[in-house]
């Protein structure tokens, strides 16, 4: 048995403690073990608290002095304004893709693991460790992609359990 969903979910910072719940969920409900569950959990995070941060253009307030969301939208708001995550459960793995829609990493980030004391791109850092296969991506003109995998371990009596 496998377990699929995604989500499109607003660049903003309830998102995140939202997907992080349903993965929770999805977990616990088919029996992985804690510690695999909360390894993905935060690097789940990591990667959506990313996808808010990076994921597009910052919408900005009218210089008019109105009240944001009047007037016509930017064109690819919604798109900017938006992420996606995806998790697969299936045989004895777990993968999940967070995809948004902003201008990419640069080119030194996906290349090479930014060091432990520095300011930013300890997430991403933070994601290879607690997985056991990370990705980092772009795709040219439409966003950034981080994906990760790992193998599940079992509770006993688990409803999944790959035999």
């Not at 403690?17 to 969920?25: F, Q």
């Not at 432990?116 to 056991?132: C, M, N």
């Not at 995998?149 to 006993?156: A, S, Y």
């Amino acid at each position: 048995m496998s377990i699929w969903w995604s989500l499109h979910l607003r660049r903003e910072a309830a998102s995140v403690p939202l997907a992080r719940r349903l993965l929770l969920g999805t977990m616990e409900t088919a029996g992985v073990d804690p510690d695999i569950s909360f390894d993905l959990s935060v690097a789940l995070s990591e990667a959506c608290a990313n996808a808010v941060e990076h994921g597009g253009p910052v919408a900005e307030a009218p210089a008019t002095g109105g009240v944001e969301g009047d007037g016509p939208a930017p064109p690819h708001s919604a798109a900017c304004a938006a992420y996606r995550v995806t998790a697969y459960l299936d045989g004895d793995r777990c993968r999940i893709e967070v995809s948004d829609s902003g201008p990419g990493f640069p080119p030194a980030t996906v290349a090479r693991r930014r060091p432990v004391l520095a300011e930013h791109g300890r997430g991403l850092s933070l994601i290879v460790e607690l997985a056991d296969h990370a990705r980092f991506r772009n795709r040219p003109g439409r966003g950034a992609v981080v994906s990760f995998d790992k193998i599940l371990k079992w509770r006993d009596g688990a409803l999944l359990k790959v035999s």
